[in-house]
């Protein structure tokens, strides 16, 4: 797997769960920001984005998710994501989805 680089961005919203998000992970190994057609998870719910521009992220269509999901890097990052929604709900109980 390749280096994970992190980039700061300004605020956009999960259209899913409504979590505020400022930053986005390229694990592909490019060395810059999100492009247009980029997919993009939620921290907090992991679902699946595209970013329409750099700064604004809508809703995946059921294609986009069925490919998305074909990707390794997409289905480890979704598993990360649920242990981490997982040791909240230990810590936290029900108050985080």
């Given at each position: 797997?390749?280096?994970?680089?992190?980039?700061?961005?300004?605020?956009?919203?999960?259209?899913?769960?409504?979590?505020?998000?400022?930053?986005?992970?390229?694990a592909d190994g490019?060395?810059?920001?999100?492009?247009?057609?980029d997919?993009?998870?939620c921290?907090?719910?992991?679902?699946?984005?595209?970013?329409?521009?750099r700064?604004?992220?809508?809703?995946?269509?059921?294609?986009?998710q069925?490919?998305?999901?074909?990707?390794?890097?997409v289905?480890?990052?979704?598993?990360?994501i649920?242990?981490?929604?997982?040791?909240?709900?230990?810590?936290?109980g029900?108050?985080h989805?």
């Amino acid at each position: 797997m390749g280096e994970w680089r992190a980039f700061f961005l300004t605020s956009y919203i999960c259209p899913y769960c409504g979590k505020k998000l400022d930053a986005c992970t390229q694990a592909d190994g490019k060395d810059h920001g999100p492009e247009e057609g980029d997919v993009s998870l939620c921290i907090n719910c992991a679902g699946i984005m595209v970013f329409i521009d750099r700064f604004t992220v809508r809703q995946a269509t059921d294609k986009e998710q069925r490919k998305a999901l074909e990707d390794k890097s997409v289905q480890r990052a979704r598993q990360i994501i649920e242990r981490m929604r997982e040791q909240r709900r230990k810590r936290h109980g029900n108050q985080h989805p």
